[in-house]
Nanobody
């Protein structure tokens, strides 16, 4: 079980960058795969990026080439670097942890708001 706290959200103009961070508690953080998801107003939550416990990354097509996920197991953090932001990237961004036990993303943070103005 891990607890997650996101930070780094804010209001930015289109084309600019933002870096989100997720701090995790728990001694077994390094064994979790971590993901970022987002939810825009009136829309369902959608996948953004994932980094496995071995460091393998994957991205949704709509952020590929613009966003980069990374992790620091010593600091128990996972980050999402977002470049070339677009207004459609606006939403609440959530960090989530997957223990790999078959339960999927069972642990979620409270979310951080990202707003991209045109």
């Amino acid at each position: 079980q891990v607890q997650l706290v996101e930070s780094g959200g804010g209001l930015v103009q289109a084309g600019n960058s933002l870096r989100l961070s997720c701090a995790a508690s728990g001694r077994t953080f390094s064994r979790y795969s971590m993901g970022w998801f987002r939810q825009a107003p009136g829309k369902e939550r959608e996948f953004v990026a994932r980094i496995s416990w071995t460091g393998t990354t994957s991205y949704a097509d709509y952020v590929k080439g613009r966003f980069s996920i990374s992790r620091d197991n010593a600091k128990r953090t996972v980050s999402l670097q977002m470049n070339s932001l677009k207004p459609e990237d606006t939403g609440v961004y959530y960090c989530a942890a997957d223990s790999g036990t078959g339960l999927g993303y069972a642990n979620w943070g409270q979310g951080t708001q990202v707003t991209v103005s045109s």
